[in-house]
Every structure is written in C-alpha cells, then in structure tokens.
C-alpha cells in the first residue's frame, strides 16, 4: 500500500506560478512512474505530466513549456513546477504513483486525495 500526500494548490492569479509536491510512503512496493492528472469540473481527468524514476518526462500538450516536472527517487517525492498559469488551468490536481509490490511482482497505481488549483484574477 503507498499513501500520497499533496500540498501546494492554492488562488493564483493568471501569469503566476504555483508549486505542487507530493511525497509518498508505504512500503512493499517499487514505485517506477510517478505523475500529476488533473480533473475540472464536467470534464474527465486528464494527465498533467509524468516522470519515470529514470528521469523520463511527459507532458500534456497545453502545458509543455510552462510547467516542469521533477522528482527526488531517494524520497519518493514528486514536484509539479507551474509558471505562466492560465484561467483554463483550473482544476483539483492530483498525484499518482504507479509501479508493482515487490513480493508479487504485480503492478498497480495509487492516487492522492488532490489539490485545488484555481487561477484567477
């Protein structure tokens, strides 16, 4: 089982930045992606952006150039750089963790409770 903990959503106005993290814990289990999706309201969770414990990043279009992604593996941490924020970026912002349990050899993905992201003026 891992536990994700999200912090730093919050009001911005458009043009700002805001910096989201999430740290995970847990144990029996080898976290490989770890990555941000987000979710407006009426609309369908959407990937953000992942990164693979190799580095390996990847980002929704609408957001490449504006938002970073990185990741500490010796924490198991994971940190979501936004900059230039638009109005359409507004959404609960949740975290996940994907990778197998380490006795079974099984994959599986765990989700964070979210974080409200709001831009506006």
């Known amino acids: 089982q891992v536990q994700l903990v999200e912090s730093g959503g919050g009001l911005v106005q458009p043009g700002g930045t805001l910096r989201l993290s999430c740290a995970a814990s847990?144990?029996?289990?080898?976290?490989?992606?770890m990555g941000w999706h987000r979710q407006a309201p009426g609309k369908q969770r959407e990937l953000v952006a992942t990164i693979s414990n190799g580095g390996s990043t990847n980002y929704a279009d609408s957001v490449k150039g504006r938002f970073t992604i990185s990741r500490d593996n010796a924490k198991n941490t994971v940190t979501l750089q936004m900059n230039s924020l638009k109005a359409e970026d507004t959404a609960l912002y949740y975290c996940n963790a994907a990778g197998f349990k380490i006795t079974t050899m099984t994959r599986d993905d765990f989700w964070g409770q979210g974080t409200q992201v709001t831009v506006s003026s």
């Open positions: 847990g144990s029996n289990f080898r976290i490989t992606v």
